[in-house]
């Protein structure tokens, strides 16, 4: 699990549109396209970058305001939901129930 300082994409654009998520976040078979355009896939694809995805995938596939608006819908292992809390609280002064 990796928590950047920072969500800012360095070198690159943030995933918008229909996405599929490599391999190494989304492990099983089959391939999912997920339209994040929608709030629903939104979730699925922030639960899994969370919980699975390297520092690179999280600042590609996770806007920091949008996190926040949807971080208290996120099912997230305790272990995964106490770290993104105390990034909301520290960067975005948000105060989100675990």
């Known amino acids: 699990m990796a928590v950047p300082d920072e ?3 360095i070198g690159g654009l943030k995933a918008t549109g229909v996405v599929e998520l490599p391999f190494h976040i989304r492990w099983s078979e089959p391939s999912i396209a997920y339209d ?3 709030r629903t896939d939104r979730i699925r694809v922030y639960e899994q970058v969370l919980r699975e995805g390297t520092q ?4 590609h596939y996770i806007d920091g305001s949008e996190l926040v608006d949807l971080f208290d819908d996120l099912v997230l292992p305790p272990a995964v939901r106490k770290p993104w809390k105390e ?3 520290r ?8």
């Open 36 to 38: 994040l355009n929608r």
């Open 87 to 89: 990034w909301i609280d």
């Open 56 to 59: 690179e995938d999280v600042r």
């Open 91 to 98: 960067h975005r002064g948000v105060d989100s129930d675990c």
């Open 7 to 9: 969500l800012d994409t």
